[in-house]
């Protein structure tokens, strides 16, 4: 009896290891090539990948880049026209019409000069958007922008789930194509050597585009020769892994609705971990409890 | 049209800054606070060209300027405060006479010789010529006249009138 049962223990047992390597090996497959799929890659290759730097201090409210990025995007007209100062009442955030929008905030040095602060995709050195994306619609390209593709999106949102500045925008005038709306940092313009509308656009330079590394040593100096006028805080350098676009404040930059909560490693770091389970859980759990299933079921037959 | 539109903006570039009136006569009583230039022609009032695609030209009063300002170095960087410091005789004409007297403005150079008109590169931290422009500007002009940085519409009490092109695309 006893060794009858032994030798049953010692076939589950030899089975459930056969089992769990089967799983290994196919838990080891998915994950090696989600861990492709996501941008979760060292970007010291593409030292030349360009940004942008937004310089909160000179910003004066004009609403130029919204026309500007309206008209180079070819979005339709606002229903509010862009020299109307009511769209500072409500805070905003860019939308499938408005991939760029201003928003106004009391400056407290000084109350005759509101701050204004520019929302639009921050092109994340290795984006959260990207890695949530169960088609791979994004792409980080080596260029700098996060590039979204429409024909492969089938409409789930989780990037905008995933987006720590609550960017992407759902169009939601058409309920077949689904289609995801995002600033692509003007991708068509700079492949033709133009400039980005914005940065083009504004008349106060507070847009600024060009070599990410130039316009860090561009903010360090900024900050470093007139540290009365700005904090030493550059917003996008080493946030969620680097961003491209980068912002330099004379206030902390909580006070402008930035997320200052953000961590320095990646988004996709942290979810990695839980990510990778999933394959492996899916694979073992199944055969686990078909296991525990069939042993139970054995038992009951032979009583 | 596109063409006629572009032919013009690069025309209006080219002389984004033509002096129009002010060659020979000097600014007279109006200057209180920075003495006129002895050999120097102050300009009185500028026209501003260069964004004449979406605004019509500029005119910036530079008499009224001199007089409300403390000094020249107010609006023109040129005179080393904290900007990039040029040799001497690369604004003023140093001859004879200019030892004999104090040395006097002879000759400013134009925004535009540095700031160029086209984006520049960010590498080079100076600004382009549209950004040098408004920022002399937005430096007193910010929040208090012409309510430049609280509304948007301030651009256009202050100095912009839209251009023509602006206004076609207005229009239904």
């Known amino acids: 009896m006893k060794e009858e049962g032994n030798g049953k223990n010692k076939g589950a047992v030899s089975r459930r290891e056969l089992l769990q390597a089967m799983a290994v090996v196919g838990g080891a497959t998915l994950i090696g090539s989600s861990t492709e799929a996501f941008a979760d890659r060292k970007l010291s290759?593409?030292?030349?990948?360009?940004?942008?730097?937004?310089?909160?201090?000179?910003?004066?409210?004009?609403?130029?880049?919204?026309?500007?990025?309206?008209?180079?995007?070819?979005?339709?007209?606002?229903?509010?026209?862009?020299?109307?100062?009511?769209?500072?009442?409500?805070?905003?955030?860019?939308?499938?019409?408005?991939?760029?929008v201003v928003n106004r905030y009391d400056n407290p040095k000084s109350s005759g000069q509101p701050l204004y602060r520019k929302v639009q995709c921050n092109h994340c050195n290795e984006p959260g958007c990207a890695s949530a994306c169960p088609v791979k619609a994004y792409t980080k390209t080596p260029e700098g922008p996060?590039?979204?593709?429409?024909?492969?999106?089938?409409?789930c949102r989780y990037c905008m789930v995933a987006c720590p500045f609550m960017v992407p925008a759902y169009d939601y005038e058409s309920a077949l194509e689904p289609r995801i709306v995002k600033?692509?940092?003007?991708?068509?313009?700079?492949?033709?050597?133009?400039?980005?509308?914005?940065?083009?656009?504004?008349?106060?330079?507070?847009?600024?585009?060009?070599?990410?590394?130039?316009?860090?040593?561009?903010?360090?100096?900024?900050?470093?020769?007139?540290?009365?006028?700005?904090?030493?805080?550059?917003?996008?350098?080493?946030?969620?892994?680097?961003?491209?676009?980068?912002?330099?404040?004379?206030?902390?930059?909580?006070?402008?609705?930035?997320?200052?909560?953000?961590?320095?490693?990646?988004l996709v770091e942290q979810a990695k971990g839980f990510l990778s389970a999933v394959p492996l859980v899916l694979t073992i759990w199944p055969a686990l409890l078909t296991m525990c299933y069939a042993a139970t079921q054995n038992k009951e037959d032979k009583e | 049209m596109k063409k006629v539109i572009i032919a013009i903006s690069a025309l209006a570039i080219l002389f984004g800054v033509s002096p129009v009136t002010g060659a020979g006569s000097g600014p007279g009583g109006t200057a209180k606070a920075v003495?006129?230039?002895?050999?120097?022609?102050?300009?009185?009032?500028?026209?501003?060209?260069?964004?004449?695609?979406?605004?019509?030209?500029?005119?910036?009063n530079h008499a009224s300027h001199v007089s409300n300002a403390s000094g020249c170095a107010d609006c023109h960087h040129q005179h080393g405060n904290g900007q990039q410091s040029l040799a001497c005789g690369e604004c003023h004409a140093i001859d004879a006479s200019a030892f004999k007297k104090s040395v006097r403005l002879a000759k400013m150079r134009p925004c535009g010789e540095c700031h160029s008109a086209s984006y520049p590169a960010a590498d080079s931290g100076r600004p382009g010529l549209k950004v040098a422009y408004?920022?002399?500007?937005?430096?007193?002009?910010?929040?208090?006249?012409?309510?430049?940085?609280?509304d948007p519409k301030g651009c256009v009490e202050m100095c912009h009138v839209p251009g023509a092109q602006a206004k076609l695309e207005k229009k239904p």
């Open chain 1, 146 to 155: 996060v590039l979204y593709n429409a024909d492969v999106c089938f409409g």
């Open chain 2, 134 to 150: 408004h920022r002399a500007c937005f430096k007193c002009h910010r929040g208090d006249v012409g309510s430049v940085g609280q």
């Open chain 1, 45 to 100: 290759g593409w030292p030349d990948r360009r940004g942008m730097l937004t310089d909160l201090t000179e910003c004066v409210g004009c609403r130029t880049c919204e026309k500007a990025c309206n008209q180079a995007n070819r979005l339709p007209e606002p229903e509010v026209p862009f020299d109307e100062k009511s769209v500072f009442d409500n805070k905003r955030r860019p939308t499938a019409s408005a991939y760029t």
């Open chain 1, 183 to 266: 600033c692509t940092m003007c991708h068509g313009r700079v492949a033709n050597g133009g400039i980005p509308a914005c940065a083009e656009a504004c008349p106060a330079g507070a847009v600024t585009f060009g070599k990410r590394s130039d316009l860090v040593a561009l903010a360090r100096n900024k900050v470093r020769n007139n540290p009365d006028r700005y904090l030493d805080h550059i917003y996008g350098e080493y946030e969620v892994g680097g961003t491209s676009w980068m912002y330099i404040s004379g206030v902390p930059f909580g006070q402008v609705d930035f997320p200052t909560t953000l961590p320095e490693k990646p």
């Open chain 2, 35 to 60: 003495p006129p230039p002895a050999g120097g022609k102050m300009p009185q009032v500028i026209v501003l060209g260069s964004i004449a695609k979406t605004y019509d030209p500029v005119k910036f």
